[in-house]
């Protein structure tokens, strides 16, 4: 019985070896000039053929069978999964928008955030690489920024001057104009944005304002949802 399957293992792997042959067109007398490098995708086959046949000596065919059929739906889950990878990142987008307040999910150059339960849009930023959360407030002419927030983004605090009067939901205060290396919301990214950095203990929650909104192709909000679009 083992020399049978040692047998047939043999047919299938020299089968497997010319049908790779003649898909790269070298013939039997073109042996002594081949480059194997277009087979590696053969290996995994080859190492299939040998688990199946090394359980089969083992007499243990069904289990060999299962254990062949769960690697194949794995590998052919993978595979999918390769393939439909950006279909399925946006899709997973889609889910965790509607999961996590402020998060950003991107199509193309589109990016959607929902509604927050207080019925502000709370969006999920990230400044100068730091991940700050912010208010959409179309009323502020720029971007403003907590002093934490600030400290955060890795910004120059020793060196601000408060010389931009704002008004906040505090009242009246002072602000610090600065220029911030980027600003993204999901896979839209702007740089050199314009920005204010309130006074400590002032604001409450930083503020994407039109020095951000003012930059995309389109900004409007449906429903529940925020649309915003970059140029192309």
């Given at each position: 019985m083992r020399s049978v399957l040692w047998f047939l293992l043999a047919i299938g792997v020299i089968v497997l070896l010319f049908v790779s042959l003649e898909q790269n067109g070298i013939t039997v007398m073109d042996?002594?000039?081949?480059?194997?490098?277009?087979l590696p995708k053969h290996v995994v086959v080859f190492v299939l053929l040998v688990v199946v046949a090394l359980a089969l000596l083992r007499r243990r065919f069904s289990q060999a069978i299962k254990a062949v059929l769960i690697w194949l739906v794995i590998a052919a889950a993978l595979a999918v999964g390769y393939t439909y990878r950006f279909e399925l990142r946006e899709v997973a987008?889609?889910?965790?928008?509607?999961?996590?307040?402020?998060?950003a999910a991107t199509r193309g150059r589109t990016v959607e955030v929902s509604r927050g339960q207080g019925g502000n849009f709370v969006v999920l930023t990230q400044v100068n690489g730091a991940r700050l959360s912010m208010i959409l407030d179309s009323g502020a002419s720029s971007v403003v920024l907590t002093h934490d927030a600030a400290k955060a983004a890795g910004l120059p605090l020793e060196m601000l001057s408060y010389s931009v009067a704002v008004d906040t939901a505090n009242g009246r205060t002072r602000a610090a104009p600065v220029t911030l290396q980027s600003i993204a919301v999901g896979g839209l990214v702007e740089r050199e944005v314009a920005a204010l950095i309130a006074q400590p203990g002032q604001l409450r929650q930083s503020l994407l304002g039109m020095s951000f909104l003012?930059?995309?192709?389109?900004?409007?909000?449906r429903g529940d949802r925020l649309m915003l679009r970059a140029y192309p």
């Open positions: 042996l002594g000039t081949f480059d194997p490098s277009p987008d889609r889910v965790m928008a509607e999961f996590i307040p402020g998060h003012n930059r995309l192709q389109s900004w409007e909000v």
